[in-house]
Each structure stands twice: as C-alpha cells, then as structure tokens.
C-alpha cells in the first residue's frame, strides 16, 4: 500500500527466516499486505478476556469479514476486489512480541497474552498482484487454489 | 532468468486467468521460471510411448532430480540453491498445446499426446525470492510451509 512502512517490491528478511537468510538479505517482498478477520480478532479478544483488539494494535493493513478461517486461506489464495485490485496469500502471519505488548499496555487485566490468544487467528500476509483502489464495504471474491497434501514431506 | 521471455517484475495476465482479468493486464510476475523433474519426464515419455521428453521442448528453466513428485510441491514452496537464489513455488504448471505440437511433430508415432499424459507431471512454475547464480549439480533444499486442507472452500 502506498506510503505503508511493509510496502515495496523487495525488503530485508527477518528473523523469521533466519534459517534461510542471513538477516537483512534483499529479497522480494511477499510481505507488503497484512489481511486480518473481524471475527477472528473477536474470538482473540474473547480468549484473552478483553473487549477488542483494534486491528491498528496489530498493524492490520485491511479487515474483511464473512470469511471463515481467514488465517488459514493456503498460500497463493487470491483476493480479488471490484477495482480488479488482487492481493496474492504468502502465510499465516504469525503472532508476534511487538502487539502483544502494546495490548498488554493498554489492558494489564487481561487474562492471557496475545502471542498465545492470537495463534492461527492473526490473519496472512500477501502480495500485490494487480494494483487497484480497496474500498471499504468492497466485496472480495476468494480464489482457492487445488488443495492437495504432499505426502513426500 | 536474465535474458528469458518469461523473466521480469511484470507480466501480462494470459488465458489462465480470463476469469480474473482481462487478457494482458499488467500484473506482479509469479512465473518468472519453470521448473520440471527427471523423473517425471521419464514418465511421461513412458507413457507417451516416446524415447525422452527433452526439457527443451516444454521450455523448462531449470530440471531438478530426486524430488518425488515435484509438481505436486505446495504453493509457497521455498526452493534454496548455495549461492543463496531462492525460487518460490506459485503453482503447478499444466500442459499446454504448443510443447504438445512440438512434441507431436518429433514423434508422430507416439501412442499419446503430450498434454495426457503430462498432467501434474508438468513442473512448477514460479518467482526468484532472492537472486543467484544456480550451477549444473547444485544440491537443492526443499522448504516446504505448513500443510493442511482449508475446509471451507
């Protein structure tokens, strides 16, 4: 998204891929989106004892709702949008320390953290593949790709 | 690949993808390479009734060997070669008429066609991560995310 800190057609790696690169690599960024759900964010703040957890705590680039399981769409689901706008699925995004603590910030009560709340509910993230205007109350057509296990991993 | 026709950051959309844009709209390029097995190509020859299937006629980027089943390796499949270049896996390719005519023309005998008997034994196809130079006899490393069915689709 333009002027959003994740955007760019490349970014260093990170410490996620810390078994493949070495740390600030230049590599093609698969990373410049991040997609949360509204209802999974709702069942993390239920599970965490909290009225919400606002997608900005989380660096939410765009909410959707209506979709189930939204974390777990598998990598090359396509999002597409009325403006021909198409997002491409990397990962799951995994939680992480930073919104955890801002949360646990805001909400000392809270009754578990958000790193273990969040697992598998955190939303993906994903790429560009056809730029267009995202407006909010779009609808976004899902685009799954065959669904198969390979059994030789 | 530097010099190759399907190289570059862009594409033009083509007849894949009629049901999500229109043809030759310029889109984020995630079959950059080809990529196709040993194995699979003596399979295919096999069945094809035909001495070899030559990597060249189905314009093969890269052949790889001792990976089962290499067509069937999910998206977002990470392969890594020494010199750090790393290939990610967009989709299965499928076979398409121009190598089967190619194919056809070297060997009219043949007792099938191409586009049969090469279904999900095709190759993949997919985008450099991180740049490299890849050297005939390169060991390769296979990372592949975490698999599970998405049962909502």
Not at 5 to 26: A, F, P, V, W
Request: hydrophobic share 40%.
């Amino acid at each position: 998204m333009e002027g959003d800190c994740h955007g760019g057609i490349t970014r260093k790696s990170d410490s996620r891929m810390l078994k493949q690169y070495k740390r600030n690599t230049e590599v093609r960024n698969s990373r410049q989106l991040s997609v949360l759900s509204v209802e999974e964010l709702v069942e993390v703040a239920g599970v965490m004892g909290i009225p919400e957890v606002k997608p900005e705590w989380v660096g939410a680039n765009l909410v959707l709702s209506g979709i189930p399981a939204l974390t777990l769409l598998p990598p090359s689901t396509r999002l597409q949008f009325p403006s021909g706008a198409m997002i491409v699925v990397d990962a799951e995004n995994h939680p992480c320390r930073y919104p955890a603590d801002i949360i646990a910030r805001q909400h000392p009560e809270q009754k578990k953290g958000f790193v273990a709340a969040a697992m598998h509910k955190r939303g993906i993230v994903g790429w560009v593949e056809a730029e267009g205007i995202i407006r909010t109350g779009d609808p976004v057509t899902i685009w799954i790709p065959p669904q198969r296990i390979y059994a030789y991993a």
